[in-house]
């Protein structure tokens, strides 16, 4: 009877749909990794990480993978990288699953920077993505609110204008109080030049 080795989900249960074998066979790892089913501790910035080598070797062309093989010679079971451990986590949790979940364009900067240290096009890609995302979607929001406030503003001054008709003079001066002193100039406001 063949035994099978499972993966473990995130909330501690047993995914019986993962069969760590196939997934093995089925990934693009070094021969030498192949065989070796050995985890690497990794010292990350004083932040200790265990994980399995063919984690670290996911991307192939990487500096980080090219690290990883060539220290597969040495006896000594621990790796140690001078870079930031925070940003490395999430290098890390994309080598497993392919994601990164932050949600803020500061962090991936800070995620891509660790990328292209480490020479992971894809999350390099992944990031900028992500970050194009985000700056769509603010862009978007932002002028939705532009809009709502120039909506209000004209509205406000429809029922000033309404107000102010009954008396050119009281016009006038609310207009150039709006302009903030410029009572030479022409009276009638303006969205573009008045803000």
Not at 6 to 27: I, R, T, V
Not at 74 to 90: P, T, V, Y
Not at 152 to 173: G, H, M, Q, W, Y
């Amino acid at each position: 009877m063949q035994e099978q080795s499972y993966c473990w989900q995130s909330d501690g249960s047993m995914d019986p749909d993962h069969n760590w074998q196939k997934l093995k066979a089925e990934q693009p790892w070094p021969e030498e990794l192949r065989e070796n089913d050995d985890r690497l501790v990794l010292n990350v910035g004083g932040q200790m990480f265990e994980t399995f080598k063919q984690t670290l070797c996911m991307e192939a062309d990487s500096m980080l993978a090219a690290r990883v093989l060539r220290h597969l010679t040495h006896e000594n079971a621990q790796l140690w990288i001078d870079r930031d451990g925070q940003r490395f986590k999430h290098v890390l949790n994309y080598l497993r699953n392919k994601t990164i979940w932050l949600q803020d364009v500061a962090s991936l900067r800070a995620v891509q920077e660790e990328a292209d240290f480490y020479c992971l096009a894809g999350l390099h890609a992944l990031c900028e993505e992500k970050i194009q995302d985000i700056e769509a979607k603010e862009e978007a929001a932002w002028r939705r609110r532009l809009h709502d406030l120039q909506k209000a503003l004209k509205e406000v001054l429809a029922n000033v204008d309404n107000n102010c008709t009954s008396s050119p003079r009281n016009r006038d001066f609310v207009v150039a109080r709006m302009r903030r002193g410029r009572e030479n100039e022409d009276s009638v406001f303006r969205m573009d030049a008045d803000f």
